[in-house]
């Protein structure tokens, strides 16, 4: 499991005393990718999948709280890189 903290999508606060819940997916697909200084070519292709649920609520016109929980994974057809 991991946590972290960050900014959210927009400097915009809700209206005061809203909450706005914002759902997000972003599909990769991939071939090819850089390990350091070395590109790795794939004998397949890898798809990665983020899904994940953003919530704002505006306490105050000036105040607001954000949560945002997610998943992500991996799938391929490729053989493993080296």
């Known amino acids: ?3 972290s903290a960050g900014a959210q999508h927009s400097v915009w606060l809700p209206e ?3 909450l706005v819940i914002t759902p997000s997916y ?3 697909t991939f071939d ?3 390990r350091g200084k070395n590109k790795v070519e794939l004998d ?3 798809w990665q999948h983020i899904a994940s649920l953003s919530l704002d609520y505006a306490i105050t ?3 607001a709280v954000d949560l945002t929980v997610g998943w992500a994974w ?3 057809d490729a053989a ?3």
């Open 1 to 3: 499991m991991t946590v």
């Open 80 to 82: 493993a890189a080296a």
């Open 44 to 46: 397949g292709e890898m």
């Open 74 to 76: 991996t799938e391929t």
């Open 16 to 18: 005061k005393q809203k």
């Open 26 to 28: 972003v599909y990769q």
């Open 32 to 34: 090819e990718f850089w």
């Open 61 to 63: 016109e000036d105040v």
